[in-house]
């Protein structure tokens, strides 16, 4: 038995198991280099980060950045959502204005506006599902899932319980219309590669 199952077994016997045990954990494993890891309803799921991947993340910064402050969009970094044990690690989050960290040092969801997902194959069963009814939970306003599977983007509107009432798909190429939202601009997909 390894230290990392003792303190499994010893949390679940408490009822103690909580997001900050369970990213406790993560930091001690030895994490390979390139992999994201984010907790979905209680389960750690880890992926690789693909060059395709990185390059429609850093695509959808650089357009949000030239309207919003570096200190408001967040990729990859740790925000509870609603639900049992959900720790995301949203691949592209907008803040909103005035945003400020919890004593504990961490986002906090009531401040998130926007939430770009990148579909890996591994995981996009959370990006279609569990993820977006957090989100919706959550009340974030826009939660675009980029599918380069599909060569097209889903664009998520009007949360309503734990789930969006609009969906809107958008096939690379075409532009992404935020303009009369929150986010109140156009973000291009031409440059989205597709695998």
């Known amino acids: 038995m390894t230290v990392l199952d003792d303190r499994i077994e010893m949390a679940e016997a408490n009822d103690e198991l909580t997001l900050d045990v369970m990213f406790e954990w993560l930091e001690k494993m030895p994490i390979p280099e390139g992999y994201k890891t984010e907790i979905v309803g209680g389960h750690i799921f880890m992926s690789p980060q693909r060059d395709h991947h990185w390059d429609i993340i850093l695509d959808i910064v650089e357009q949000l950045r030239t309207k919003y402050p570096r200190k408001r969009i967040k990729s990859d970094v740790r925000i509870d959502y609603p639900g049992h044990l959900n720790g995301f690690a949203t691949d592209v989050t907008l803040l909103a204005e005035g ?5 504990e040092g961490r986002w906090r969801y009531q401040d998130v506006v926007f939430v770009a997902e990148v579909i890996s194959k591994g995981t996009a069963a959370n990006d279609y599902g569990p993820k977006k009814s ?17 060569g097209r983007c889903h664009l998520y509107t009007n949360p309503k319980g734990d789930d969006y009432a609009t969906e809107t798909k958008i096939p690379f190429g075409d532009e ?18 597709r695998d």
């Open 134 to 150: 957090a989100y919706a939970a959550a009340d974030v306003p826009l939660y675009l899932v980029v599918d380069p599977y599909q």
């Open 99 to 103: 945003a400020e960290k919890t004593e």
């Open 176 to 193: 992404v219309d935020l303009t009369g939202t929150v986010v109140d601009l156009t973000l291009r997909t031409d440059e989205f590669p």
